[in-house]
């Protein structure tokens, strides 16, 4: 077991590892350029940066060609999905299957989770994929500092799992098993510009690898 921390999030590093451009031009998103920002505009909930990185989201005709109705309708879109992960998460379980919002919130990620971007593959007619490889540091996560009756969420396997420890009111010993590693598929296209949002790369979707999921038993003692 790591190194008790002193804050229940886990302070990670995100590498990033040969992620392709395909693009030399300044004013276009790169693939990284897409990514990274995206985990942050989800976890701040930064509507205006999502709507732009979303894939579907700025250009899809099912939008409508209204400015106004288009921005409504993703913001709608958008809202749903932060409801299904509060939803999902007290319920115990969150289906991955949505363009990222889900799994960037559920794993953490830009906040955290230590991660590193794999080599980026041409997928399609014009699109990629880059895989995302997680490592959690759910052992240095120091829950004896939380306040009593504080909940802390894990995931667990099978990815989309969600296990909930609460701080005991006294003495005890809780062990589950977590996440240990994972991987994550990106997959992404490009947008053309539309209003505000420049051309470039936009996440389309976020899958998990299929076998990929390595847990690990820990232990917290209060």
Do not use: N
Not at 16 to 22: E, K, Q, R
Not at 58 to 81: C, I, K, Q, V, Y
Not at 140 to 153: A, I, K, M, N
């Amino acid at each position: 077991m790591g190194v008790p921390r002193r804050t229940p999030t886990i302070v990670g590093l995100c590498f990033l590892v040969c992620v392709a451009s395909l693009s030399c031009d300044p004013g276009r998103r790169t693939a990284q350029e897409a990514i990274l920002p995206y985990l942050e505009a989800v976890q701040a909930e930064d509507l205006d940066r999502l709507f732009c990185l979303s894939a579907g989201a700025a250009t899809s005709g099912e939008l409508g060609a209204d400015p106004e109705a288009r921005r409504a309708g993703f913001e709608a879109w958008a809202a749903a999905h932060y409801e299904l992960y509060l939803e999902g998460r007290d319920a115990g379980f969150i289906a991955l299957e949505d363009s990222g919002i889900l799994a960037t919130k559920l794993f953490s990620l830009g906040r955290g989770t230590f991660y590193t971007l794999g080599l980026t593959e041409q997928a399609g007619e014009g699109g990629l994929r880059i895989p995302m490889h997680l490592r959690f540091g759910y052992s240095q996560v120091d829950l004896s500092r939380l306040p009593p009756g504080t909940t802390f969420y894990f995931s667990g396997s099978p990815p989309g799992s969600v296990l909930p420890l609460q701080v005991p009111h006294g003495a005890g010993e809780f062990s589950l098993d977590v996440l240990e590693r994972l991987t994550l598929e990106w997959s992404l296209v490009e947008s053309a510009p539309a209003g505000d949002c420049p051309a470039g790369w936009a996440v389309a979707a976020v899958d998990v690898v299929e076998g990929s999921a390595e847990t690990v038993e820990v232990t917290w003692m209060f």
